[in-house]
Every structure is written in C-alpha cells, then in structure tokens.
C-alpha cells in the first residue's frame, strides 16, 4: 500500500479518531497524546499542507498503527 499525499490538518483528523487528544499548539506543530495501559503515547504533527513521506510514517509507527489501519480511519 502506498502512502497518501495529506496535509497535517488530516493526519489529526485520523488520529483523533484512532483516541488521541490534542493537547498543546506551539506555533505549526500540534502535540497529541493517547493514554494506554502500559504508556502514554505522545506524537508532533507539523500543520503543513502536504505531509513528507518520512515524517507520516514516523507518525503512524509512533501512533502504533499500520498503514491500513491508518487508511481505515479516513472513512
């Protein structure tokens, strides 16, 4: 599966529906943290218009996703 071309607005959009809570804003970057069992899961979104491969595919192994779990949450 290819990874999409979305902005950051839409990274927190699906993560937000995958349990995470946005908890700060300082300047562009949005903090998010989701709170499990074992640990708290803190991610850094940048709000950029078009998302680089490397920085969504850090995000999605630290949200503890797949890519196809990820994709789900669009709908």
Do not use: N, W
Request: aromatic content about 4%.
């Amino acid at each position: 599966m290819k990874l999409p071309i979305i902005s950051g607005l839409e990274v927190i959009k699906r993560l937000k529906k995958a349990g995470f809570i946005a908890t700060r804003q300082k300047g562009s970057h949005v903090r998010l943290e989701k709170f499990t069992i074992e640990k708290t899961i803190k991610i850094t979104v940048p709000l950029h218009s078009e998302m680089k491969k490397g920085t969504l595919t850090r995000i999605i192994k630290e949200a503890g996703l797949t890519l196809e779990e990820f994709e789900m949450l669009k709908k």
